[in-house]
Nanobody
Framework: QVQLVESGGGLVQPGGSLRLSCAASGGIPSVMAWYRQAPGKQRELVAQITSGDSTNYADSVKGRFTISRDNTKNTVYLVDLQMNSLKPEDTAVYYC???????????????WGQGTQVTVSS
């Protein structure tokens, strides 16, 4: 079973920065991504990165957020989200996501982390 462990959320003032990290273990991910869900809104894609390091960003975060991944830690795959110039509208619960094949399995599944709160407020 693939497990995702997130860290790095918190409270930051407008214009500040935060870095979210997620460690995936127990499988081999292809796409890794960050989603977010604000109160009363649907979960939305923030940024995604493929195993070949192709990236895609929501228009609302382009130029401010950067997604990166590290596949070099043996069986642990890391995906980070560097968030700069944060705005109050970035406030949400951020979820790590991956599409992965569990070790020893021949099929692929979608996996989600537990979520980490990001609050942008003065």
């Amino acid at each position: 079973q693939v497990q995702l462990v997130e860290s790095g959320g918190g409270l930051v003032q407008p214009g500040g920065s935060l870095r979210l990290s997620c460690a995936a273990s127990g499988g081999i991910p292809s796409v890794m991504a960050w989603y977010r869900q604000a109160p009363g809104k649907q979960r939305e894609l923030v940024a995604q990165i493929t195993s070949g390091d192709s990236t895609n960003y929501a228009d609302s975060v382009k130029g401010r957020f950067t997604i990166s991944r590290d596949n070099t830690k043996n069986t642990v795959y890391l995906v980070d989200l560097q968030m700069n110039s944060l705005k109050p509208e970035d406030t949400a619960v951020y979820y790590c996501y991956c599409y992965a094949r569990p070790l020893g399995a021949g099929v692929w599944y979608r996996y989600w982390g537990q979520g980490t709160q990001v609050t942008v407020s003065s």
